[in-house]
């Protein structure tokens, strides 16, 4: 089945404590993206991925890496988690960038709590 | 001002209502308009995508575009309780990030 995964799910951490929230694809498509969904601010991207080693920051990148060293992940690191990154994580991915519209493809979410 | 500004709701109609949903946006640069739909607790999933100005329809539903005005468009037909959900606008220009409105919460009451 085609799709993107996210793990984990639901995640209770505090504040400091580096995490990882992983993203992965069974579709192989070259383009991946983080975005983090909070109340009346909608979806926000915060780091998007064109190919294999090529990232770039999105609108609200503070706080957060990404690398991307395989086609199929694309993990999302908190280096230094605090209260404010306390929100819904969806990762997606689409076939290209290089063509004019993708369909972009979500994944199931992740719930983060910052303490 | 936001790149897509989007009415949050909650919209709450009967079942078999029309519904109408809508966005506005300020960048004329955007050709990709996307309405998607998110179930509580999923991660949203692509209902509808127009290129440019105009219509396009799907079974029950109906997408607009006017780029003159820069609103964008959905409606909902004989809605029906499994309609219930968020929907959320998006845009992008070509080779561009994409941009969402903050979505509508949608109830249809059976």
């Known amino acids: 089945e085609a799709q993107v995964t996210q793990n984990p799910r639901y995640l209770i951490t505090v504040t400091g404590k580096k995490l990882t929230v992983t993203c992965s694809q069974n579709m192989n498509h070259e383009y991946m993206s983080w975005y983090r969904q909070d109340p009346g601010l909608g979806l926000r991207q915060i780091y998007y991925?064109?190919?294999?080693?090529?990232?770039d920051k999105g609108d609200v990148p503070e706080g957060y890496k990404v690398s991307r060293k395989e086609k199929r992940n694309f993990p999302l690191i908190l280096e230094s988690p605090s209260p404010n990154q306390t929100s819904l994580y969806f990762c997606a991915s689409s076939l290209s960038f290089r063509a004019s519209y993708n369909e972009q493809f979500f994944g199931p979410g992740t719930r983060l709590t910052v303490l | 001002q936001k790149e897509v500004e989007q009415d949050p709701g909650p919209l709450s109609v009967p079942e078999g209502a029309i519904v109408s949903l809508n966005c506005t946006y300020s960048n004329s640069a955007f050709q990709y308009f996307m309405w998607y739909r998110q179930y509580s607790r999923k991660g949203p999933e692509l209902l509808m995508y127009t290129y440019s100005s105009g219509n396009k329809e799907d079974g029950r539903f109906t997408a607009q575009v006017d780029k003159s005005s820069k609103y964008i468009s959905l409606f909902i037909r004989d809605s029906q309780p499994s309609d219930s959900a968020t929907y959320l606008c998006?845009?992008?220009?070509?080779?561009?990030?994409?941009?969402f409105g903050t979505g509508t919460s949608l109830t249809v009451i059976p």
């Open positions: 991925s064109m190919n294999v080693e090529v990232t």
């Open positions: 998006a845009m992008s220009a070509p080779g561009n990030q994409f941009y």
